[in-house]
């Protein structure tokens, strides 16, 4: 079992950075991929960013490419998202998740992954 605990949200202004975290307790942390969603009030969740078990190899979508930025300490059982030049649009519930595979590839469907965190809030004012 893979428990997750996400932090770091809050409000910001449009422009500004947030860093959120994701700890994860459990066995074996370095053979689990991780992606971070995020759902907006009336739409459905979205996938954010990922990164494989071993930061191998990171994926996002494209409205985040080139503002966000994943990685992960696994010494600390943790995954960072940094956010840059945050938009209103980005506002949203973020949450992380995790699935057990040492593969490379990123999978970007929240049903492939089996555990996730309870979220945390991120609010970007314009």
């Known amino acids: 079992q893979v428990q997750l605990v996400e932090s770091g949200g809050g409000l910001v202004q449009a422009g500004g950075s947030l860093r959120l975290s994701c700890a994860a307790s459990g066995p074996t942390f370095s053979g689990i991929g991780v992606g971070w969603f995020r759902q907006a009030p009336g739409k459905e969740r979205e996938f954010v960013a990922a990164?494989?078990?071993?930061?191998?190899?990171?994926y996002y979508i494209d409205s985040v490419r080139g503002r966000f930025a994943i990685s992960r300490d696994n010494a600390k059982n943790t995954v960072y998202l940094q956010m840059n030049s945050l938009k209103p649009e980005d506002t949203a519930v973020y949450y992380c998740?995790?699935?057990?595979?040492?593969?490379?590839?990123?999978?970007?469907?929240?049903?492939?992954?089996?555990?996730w965190g309870q979220g945390t809030q991120v609010t970007v004012s314009s």
């Open positions: 998740a995790a699935r057990r595979t040492t593969a490379q590839a990123i999978v970007t469907s929240g049903l492939n992954y089996a555990y």
């Open positions: 990164i494989t078990w071993n930061g191998g190899n990171t």
